[in-house]
């Protein structure tokens, strides 16, 4: 069965300080997997996907994310966030079906 | 192009009376899927239809839950009768086969 694992529920960071979310994985075969973000009374907006190729994948608004087949990780950066920046991230990964992680709950100082 | 809209934003109900969503993916996004969002959690899929045909409702409460896609584009799920736990919000989303997923806004339902 395929899962998510997000280990962090809540991250705190300064504005223009470095971001790093972590998700790790489950799946029987090479996964799909996406990183989607989440505003208060939102829908879900797509940040970044990786199908296959290059595992370093750039996505929306200055994210990135890498894959480590071998960490069975996908964890989402940042090198400098805004205050913008401050949602609910998650984590999912299928084909057909996404199984999403719980979710990390970003805060920035000022 | 628009995205996927979805209607009520919210709903407030009382417990055993029945409630309807609605959605209208992107156009052309032959993939539809209703989601469902617990406080706290990510979306659980409870449906995903291709065109017309469910190809996977297993996680669908069929005892009070269904939907419908009668024409491959518009959906509508349907909860009769609504209990308290069905308090949540119900995300409707689109794709291109197998393509990333769009999600729409959402619709909010507290169960009273």
């Known amino acids: 069965a395929q899962s998510v694992t997000q280990p962090d529920i809540h991250i705190t960071v300064s504005e223009g300080a470095s971001l790093e979310l972590r998700c790790n994985y489950s799946?029987?075969?090479?996964?799909?997997l996406f990183w989607y973000v989440q505003s208060p009374g939102q829908g879900l907006q797509l940040l970044l996907k990786?199908?296959?190729?290059?595992?370093l994948v750039q996505g929306i608004k200055g994210f990135e994310a890498e894959f480590k087949r071998s960490q069975s990780s996908f964890n989402l950066r940042k090198p400098s966030v805004h205050w913008s920046d401050a949602a609910e991230y998650f984590c999912?990964?299928?084909?057909?079906?996404?199984?999403f992680g719980t979710g990390t709950r970003l805060t920035i100082i000022p | 192009e628009a995205g996927v809209v979805q209607s009520p934003r919210y709903k407030i109900i009382e417990k055993k009376q029945p409630v309807a969503f609605w959605c209208n993916p992107i156009s052309g996004h032959n993939t539809l899927y209703w989601y469902l969002q617990n406080l706290g959690q990510g979306p659980e899929l409870l449906i995903r239809?291709?065109?017309?045909?469910?190809?996977?409702d297993s996680q669908l409460p069929k005892d009070r839950f269904s939907a419908e896609r009668l024409k491959g584009v518009d959906s509508t799920l349907k909860i009769q009768p609504a209990e308290l736990g069905d308090s949540a919000v119900y995300l409707c989303?689109?794709?291109?086969?197998?393509?990333?997923?769009?999600f729409g806004p959402g619709t909010r339902l507290t169960v009273t």
């Open positions: 989303a689109s794709s291109l086969e197998t393509g990333e997923q769009y």
């Open positions: 990786y199908f296959s190729g290059d595992t």
């Open positions: 999912a990964v299928g084909a057909f079906k996404l199984t």
């Open positions: 799946y029987g075969a090479t996964p799909y």
């Open positions: 239809y291709e065109n017309e045909e469910a190809v996977d």
